[in-house]
């Protein structure tokens, strides 16, 4: 065997055994695996002449099937953390040789629907598994996003240490999520989790509470639900029936154990976590409800040197440095202790930016709120609420040291957030600039 063929693998082969299984629920039914190779490799033949491809679909299996068929061309997915119009502008003139592909025709240079599939009788080539296969966005939630690489061999490491951790490789399952496709947390679970076990992806894209538990509530076989904490927090406040659900799996923030304890007896199912990045896609997991500490996945390992935290490891390709501060007790289980950057100083006393944020959106009426450094060196803070400012004041006044109690409070109707709950960073600072100016 040549070194190339050596670093190359055949998908056809990791699903032979089980080609005639269900990989997708659709509206209009069941599509194999069989089905879902023979329409890669058919749209694979015919996409531009480009060397990149922005995936815009936000329908499930036509992201998947999308997404295949550009690893076909040897081309490679961008993966914009949103649709903004201008985040789209900027993305073409980063990458001028690219088209978008999508199943919106308003927004698409390529479009895909279900009535353009077709399925051809071509095998499914080789796939060269160091080859960068995709680029993924961060949020721009701590600044300018972020153009993460990644391989075939890094996500199917990823995949198969996931499934390992949550025992699923051998399971006929259903999966169905909240999660946008080209997020890193849904690219893995809704794709590479599937591609390596007999799991099945249902195809909707529910969104509102009623309809997440209608969905789920229609499946007759055991199903996972792949959400995040500030979705799981409004379906647990609902009164609607939880058929039985294996477990919930949740990411994109921490979840605290008192949310976790009451998602777990409202939906009547253990709630998971994982841990992970863009940059380093999952490596940890632990239950919320349970625990504090993060289990890495087997293999991999988090260490302290100096003042650093280093991950290597499993699918860590090379050790990566983290931002994220931790303690690691000695089984190697770590908790998180925050960000670097998120640690602030005032009259000689330390505090945590994301402490200080649990502790406001834990009052009662406070539906949302963010701590901020003010002109003066002290805190101040945004909030959506209906409460008086004093009484948020006294409320914080039982939790929080009163060095860090905000000096000015501006109350607006929402926090630039994204679909995964994650603060846009710059469009943070314009909502500070404009409040503050309002004031003046």
Known sequence: MTAHNQHTILLAESLKKKLAMPFCICASGIISRADLLAHAVALSEKLPEKNYAINLCQDRYLFIVSY??????????????????????????????????????SISDFLITYDLLEK?????????????????????????????TKTWREFQASAELALQRFKLKNKQITLVSTVPMQHMYGLETSLFWLLFSQMTLHNSRPFY?????????????????????RHLKICSE??????????????????????????????????????????????????????????????????????QFI?????????????????????????LLGRATDLIKIAGKRASLSDLNHQLTSINGVKDGIFFPGNNERLSVLVVSQLPKHAIIKQLRQSI??????????????????????INKTELEQLIRTQQLARK
Not at 72 to 81: A, D, G, N, T, V
Not at 90 to 101: F, N
Not at 211 to 224: A, E, F, G, V, Y
Not at 314 to 331: A, C, R
């Open 68 to 105: 295949l068929a550009v690893c076909i061309r040897k081309q490679i997915s961008l993966l914009p953390s949103n649709q903004a119009p201008k985040t789209l502008h900027e993305l073409q003139a980063t990458y001028p040789d690219s088209y978008r592909l999508g199943d919106d025709k």
């Open 238 to 307: 609902t009164s609607s029936h939880w058929n039985t659900i294996k477990f919930v799996l949740s990411s994109t923030a921490p979840m605290e154990k008192n949310l976790a304890t009451h998602v777990e007896q409202s939906l009547r199912t253990p709630v998971f976590e994982l841990f992970g990045s863009t940059e380093t896609l999952s490596f940890a997991s632990r239950r919320p409800a349970k625990s504090s500490l993060w289990q890495p996945y087997d293999t991999i390992h988090l260490s302290q040197k100096n003042k």
């Open 120 to 148: 051809s009788s071509n095998p499914f080539p080789l796939i060269d598994i160091n080859r960068p296969l995709s680029i993924s966005f961060t949020s721009g939630s701590t600044g300018k996003p972020k153009a993460i």
């Open 311 to 335: 991950l290597q490891g499993g699918h860590i390709i090379k050790p990566q440095i983290l931002d994220d501060n931790f303690s690691i007790d000695n089984q190697g289980f770590f908790t």
């Open 401 to 422: 040291d009163e060095v860090f109690i905000p000096r000015a409070i501006y109350s607006v109707s929402a926090l630039p957030r994204n679909d995964m709950g994650k």
């Open 209 to 229: 509470p009623q309809d997440i538990c209608s969905t789920l509530n229609n499946i007759s076989t055991d199903k996972i639900l792949i959400s995040t904490p």
